[in-house]
């Protein structure tokens, strides 16, 4: 099955830095790959995603790029501020058929520092 | 709320009891999964019931039985649990052929 790879656990930056998440997957038939944020005592809700068929996507502050033949894709967050402050979960699955699990990153716990 | 509602919020229970997990969406999905989610662990898929066809996570224990009665409504039956099963228990929904998922606000179970 598949199995992904969630780095670092912990991240702390300042306001106004950037922060990287990066996650590497292990089945080449993955090719959905989205990123959830999870804010203390919350639900995990969707920030971005990108499918196989293209090397990045950007919104706003926030981008994600797929490297395929290297299996890893990270989530690029630029000018963080304190509510970007959470858990990140990376996530990835493969598409059709009866594969329609999303299989999940251990998380990242990003701290922004005002 | 997001269109997923699950109750209870919190919930303790003895290794003896027995107790359900509700979770209810209204967003037109056809697919409904539940989460484990421990502390230092990735999201952990237990069991998805899609187009009335259920799949399941082998390592899950028969501890745990969930329930599907229509595409609006799935629960999780708990009984005999052990301490280690004190988790968030998540439910998420989506459409088959769409991976976004819209999860609910969990329950947070602890086993005494």
């Known amino acids: 099955g598949e199995n992904v790879e969630q780095h670092p656990s912990t991240l702390s930056v300042q306001e106004g830095d950037s922060a990287v998440i990066k996650c590497t997957y292990s089945?080449?038939?993955?090719?959905?790959f989205p990123w959830y944020k999870q804010e203390l005592g919350k639900r995990p809700q969707l920030i971005i995603d990108?499918?196989?068929?293209?090397g990045e996507k950007k919104d706003q502050r926030i981008a994600v790029t797929l490297n395929k033949t290297a299996k890893h894709f990270s989530l690029h967050i630029t000018e963080t501020q304190p509510e970007d402050s959470a858990v990140y979960f990376c996530?990835?699955?493969?598409?059709?058929?009866?594969?329609?699990?999303?299989?999940f990153g251990k998380g990242t716990l990003l701290t922004v520092n005002p | 709320e997001t269109g997923v509602t699950q109750t209870p919020r919190h919930l303790v229970m003895g290794m003896t009891n027995k107790k359900s997990l509700k979770c209810e969406q209204h967003?037109?999905?056809?697919?409904m999964y539940w989460y484990k989610q421990s502390a230092k662990k990735p999201l952990e898929l237990m069991f998805v019931?899609?187009?009335?066809?259920?799949?399941e996570n082998n390592s899950v224990p028969s501890r745990f039985s969930p329930e599907c009665p229509n595409s609006s409504h799935l629960f999780l039956h708990l009984h005999t649990l052990q301490p280690e099963d004190s988790a968030l228990y998540l439910c998420?929904?989506?459409?088959?052929?769409?991976?976004?998922?819209?999860f609910g606000s969990g329950t947070r179970l602890t086993v005494v």
């Open positions: 998420a929904s989506s459409q088959v052929w769409d991976r976004d998922y819209t």
């Open positions: 089945d080449s038939a993955s090719n959905y």
């Open positions: 990108i499918r196989s068929n293209v």
């Open positions: 996530a990835a699955s493969s598409f059709g058929g009866s594969n329609y699990k999303l299989t």
């Open positions: 967003l037109g999905h056809n697919a």
């Open positions: 019931y899609s187009l009335e066809e259920r799949v």
